[in-house]
């Protein structure tokens, strides 16, 4: 069993930057892939990045891709996500996922365990 709690959400303008935490409890942590999810309402939950769990592998989706960065230490028992030039479209709460196979996936239903979310507001 391993419980999830994002961190680091909060309000911000556009072009700011902000930096997620995922805090992960478990010994097991460093053999689950890890992945960001984000959900704007209306919206269903999409992808955002993915991280093996040797952070030898990672995938970001096409929208975030040279603005976000994900990363992890394992010996900390954390996942981060780094967010720079913060756009408007960026407002969602963002999740953590946590997979037992080690990898990443786009899709949501391939992760095992899940975090509560942390909102993230992006002003213009």
């Known amino acids: 069993q391993v419980q999830l709690v994002e961190s680091g959400g909060g309000l911000v303008q556009a072009g700011e930057s902000l930096r997620l935490s995922c805090a992960a409890s478990?010994?097991?942590?460093?053999?689950?892939?890890m992945g960001w999810f984000r959900q704007a309402p209306g919206e269903e939950r999409a992808f955002v990045a993915g991280?093996?769990?040797?952070?030898?592998?990672?995938y970001y989706a096409d929208s975030v891709k040279g603005r976000f960065t994900i990363s992890r230490n394992n010996a900390k028992n954390v996942v981060y996500l780094q967010m720079n030039s913060l756009e408007p479209e960026d407002s969602a709460v963002y999740y953590c996922?946590?997979?037992?196979?080690?990898?990443?996936?786009?899709?949501?239903?391939?992760?095992?365990?899940w975090g509560q979310g942390t909102q993230v507001t992006v002003s213009s």
């Open positions: 996922a946590a997979c037992r196979s080690g990898t990443y996936y786009i899709s949501s239903r391939n992760y095992d365990y």
């Open positions: 478990g010994r097991t942590f460093g053999s689950y892939g």
């Open positions: 991280i093996d769990y040797s952070a030898s592998s990672t």
